[in-house]
């Protein structure tokens, strides 16, 4: 393959790059760890955590497509998980999930709605809106936590909403699964997944072609947040309880999978897949930190150094392929 050819099909398929990095990164970790990694029990831990932080990311991934940021899913995905728990305690766990995820729906609607019609820079309205959030979740438990009774968690709707396993794995993952193909057929076989991806290229132009730029934007939010509230609820179900300050920086590792996986931080390219290998890459090196009893503030350390990084990455790469 010529270079040329090369750098256009590297341009178009960002994931390439995450793919080789987690396949690395996974060679060490296996043989670095003395089987202390690679096993079934500490694989399982990773997917699912892979899981919850994956439907988060592929919600910020349709944002950031749109060339805007939500940077308040953590404390989404924390009012998610309280709502859940309360409902699931005095109704059927699967309608406490709706609920939970119509929560998270409205809170994106609220992003969307400052953003577009006040112009503000959505940085700054979902760091509002992730204190703001925080806050009220902060306040609902008042230092205390919200929890599942034992004896209610033996429940087949419960066990389907995170609080079971199917062939070993928790159920989260197919949740990630289904919600991957249901996006995947969104972004790239609908007339909104080429809206999404025209206004993150360009609003102006997109808006001259007939495209509804509030609109397109408004859903995206909207998505994102139903996502990160159910997300918030399917941790909620392995958990058993829930706090205030559940999904705290969820938002950076969020946004640090997304560049990862080839999403550009401008808008106009989203790559789902690649966007759930950053969540895998990220998630495995959490656990490799743990079970080889590094202090886990090293990964705070490490996530900020991607997050820098990657942005920097970001914008080499548009004026690398600016070239192709």
């Not at 497509?65 to 309360?86: C, H, K, P």
């Not at 809106?129 to 919200?146: E, H, K, N, Q, V």
């Not at 990630?176 to 969104?186: F, H, N, R, W």
Request: hydrophobic share 50%.
């Amino acid at each position: 393959m010529s270079a040329p050819s090369f750098k256009q099909l590297f341009a178009r398929h960002g994931e390439i790059g995450i793919f080789a990095i987690a396949v690395v990164a996974v060679t060490f970790f296996s043989l670095s760890s003395g089987g202390r990694w690679a096993n079934s029990f500490n694989i399982g831990t990773i997917l699912q955590v892979t899981a919850t932080l994956g439907l988060i990311s592929l919600g910020v991934a349709l944002v950031m497509g749109t060339g805007e940021i939500d940077i308040s899913v953590g404390s989404t995905l924390g009012m998610g998980a309280l709502t859940y728990l309360w409902l699931a305690i005095r109704m059927d766990p699967a309608l406490a999930a709706v609920a939970a995820t119509v929560v998270g729906a409205a809170i994106g609607w609220f992003n969307g709605f400052l953003v577009t019609k006040t112009k503000t820079p959505s940085l700054i309205i979902t760091l509002g809106t992730l204190m703001i959030f925080r806050g009220i979740a902060i306040a609902l438990t008042d230092g205390f936590s919200f929890s599942m009774p034992y004896e209610q968690r033996d429940n087949l709707t419960y066990e389907i909403f995170g609080g079971g396993d199917l062939l070993g794995f928790n159920t989260a993952i197919l949740w990630l699964v289904l919600g991957l193909v249901l996006l995947s057929v969104t972004l790239y076989a609908t007339q909104y997944g080429n809206w999404l991806l025209a206004v993150g290229g360009s609003a102006d132009s997109a808006h001259s072609r007939g495209v509804h730029v509030g609109k397109t934007k408004i859903t995206a939010f909207i998505v994102c947040g139903a996502l990160s509230a159910f997300a918030g609820a399917l941790e909620a179900g392995k958990l058993g309880f829930a706090d205030g300050s559940m999904g705290r920086q969820m938002e950076l590792q969020a946004i640090a999978s997304c560049v990862l996986g080839g999403c550009l931080l401008s808008g106009g390219r989203v790559s789902l897949i690649g966007t759930i290998l950053g969540t895998f890459l990220l998630s495995s090196i959490q656990s490799y930190l743990v079970v080889m009893a590094v202090k886990p503030q090293w990964f705070i350390l490490l996530l900020g150094l991607i997050v820098v990084f990657a942005s920097y990455g970001d914008q080499r790469f548009r004026i690398w392929a600016a070239k192709v």
